[in-house]
């Protein structure tokens, strides 16, 4: 197994009075909220504890997509992933992930990613996301074309990195008289691709197809509704396609942290996880996280069913409880995380050892602890060690 460290750069120094006025952090809060001083050292440390964590021993390290909140400080993963080329040695550097159809041109990312390859000698992992609804009310863009444009700049995207140019790319959403990408990526044919996803049948199905077979990464949600989307993952590959998806295709990311004992762990992690999932999580009404049209009505009851209970109100206790975070002494954290790779047989494990409003030091005893005392015991786990797709655990269609 492969293990990275995730991150959502969050802005750790929010006034939390905010709520007094506003109720979500998405979109409205207003950036008055936001001091640049306080920006600079966050960011600095951010990047400072994932080059940690790399120069520990995880396997790679991971930056994502959010706009216009303080859930997530990173508009563009590009730029976290330039400034970690030269910082992290051999680890692989994942952008989990950029919305390219968000874009009204997502050429200008194949060529970012491309470059990056380029200067990291092959060490980037792309990720193609949709984004939720509130990314596209913050672009100004119509959620309704989400999935079309998202399949339409991923085939313009991967015939412009594998393709000799220039050529003309003439589509619904996009149109381009010359594409001929320079550079071209370093690994051959393009860089491997994974796809976030909340959980949608529309996605799992695009990722799982033959002619993509892309990593599929489930999201921190109750382990249960974990398992029913990665083996839908598997079962889609199995009904609809006629092949067997290998562990390599499965990913799952879940904040973790761990102290001394179990009760120490809860302790420390205990403010930090509570206003990650009650304040900086959307708490925005369903209609701009998931507005109409951005996925098929069964997609949207499977995904509110199995996220209605993160939405607010969540205690940490209730949290391990339904495993949703992996918290506790070393010695637990490594007993949970074999336990579900077990049962789900993940060959990819994403960890935030950075959450909400966690200082700095923190963050820094969970990453040492994390790659001291849990990582390697994790690393050497493969399918000997998973029970096996069971086609009964999968998400109902």
Request: hydrophobic residues 40%; charged residues 20%.
């Amino acid at each position: 197994m492969k293990v990275f460290a995730f991150h959502l750069m969050p802005y750790a120094a929010l006034d939390m009075s905010y709520a007094e006025k506003y109720s979500s952090v998405w979109l409205k809060l207003p950036n008055s909220y936001f001091d640049p001083k306080i920006g600079y050292e966050l960011y600095n440390r951010y990047l400072d504890e994932l080059e940690l964590a790399a120069e520990l021993g995880f396997d790679g390290v991971c930056v994502n997509e959010h706009h216009q909140n303080a859930y997530g400080l990173m508009p563009s993963p590009v730029v976290m992933a330039s400034a970690l080329a030269g910082r992290t040695g051999d680890a692989k550097i994942a952008i989990l992930g950029n919305a390219f159809g968000l874009r009204e041109h997502p050429l200008t990312l194949a060529e970012e990613h491309a470059m990056i390859d380029c200067i990291t000698g092959g060490r980037l992992i792309t990720g193609m996301v949709r984004g939720v609804g509130c990314e596209y009310f913050s672009m100004g863009a119509n959620p309704a074309y989400s999935l079309e444009r998202h399949i339409e700049a991923h085939d313009l995207v991967i015939r412009a990195w594998t393709e000799e140019g220039p050529f003309a790319f003439e589509g619904k959403h996009y149109h381009f008289e010359y594409v001929n990408t320079w550079p071209r990526p370093y690994q051959q044919p393009h860089p491997p691709i994974w796809c976030p996803s909340q959980g949608s049948s529309e996605t799992i199905k695009w990722a799982a197809h033959p002619d993509r077979k892309y990593t599929y990464l489930q999201t921190y949600s109750a382990f249960d509704s974990v398992l029913r989307y990665l083996n839908s993952y598997r079962a889609a590959a199995r009904d609809l396609y006629g092949y067997a998806a290998t562990s390599k295709q499965i990913a799952w990311c879940t904040p973790a942290y761990v102290a001394d004992t179990d009760a120490q762990a809860i302790d420390e992690a205990r403010p930090h996880i509570q206003t990650m999932f009650n304040k900086l999580l959307p708490k925005i009404s369903q209609s701009m996280f998931v507005p109409p049209g951005y996925m098929s009505n069964e997609s949207m009851k499977q995904i509110f069913a199995h996220k209605a209970t993160l939405r607010g109100g969540q205690t940490i206790e209730d949290m391990i409880a339904r495993g949703v975070i992996a918290v506790g002494s070393p010695d637990t954290v490594r007993s949970i995380l074999i336990e579900r790779h077990r049962q789900a047989g993940f060959d990819h494990l994403l960890l935030m050892p950075q959450f909400g409003t966690m200082p700095g030091e923190l963050a820094e005893k969970n990453i040492r602890l994390l790659a001291a005392e849990v990582i390697p015991a994790l690393q050497t786990l493969n399918d000997d060690d998973y029970i096996g797709f069971e086609p009964a655990a999968a998400a109902a269609e």
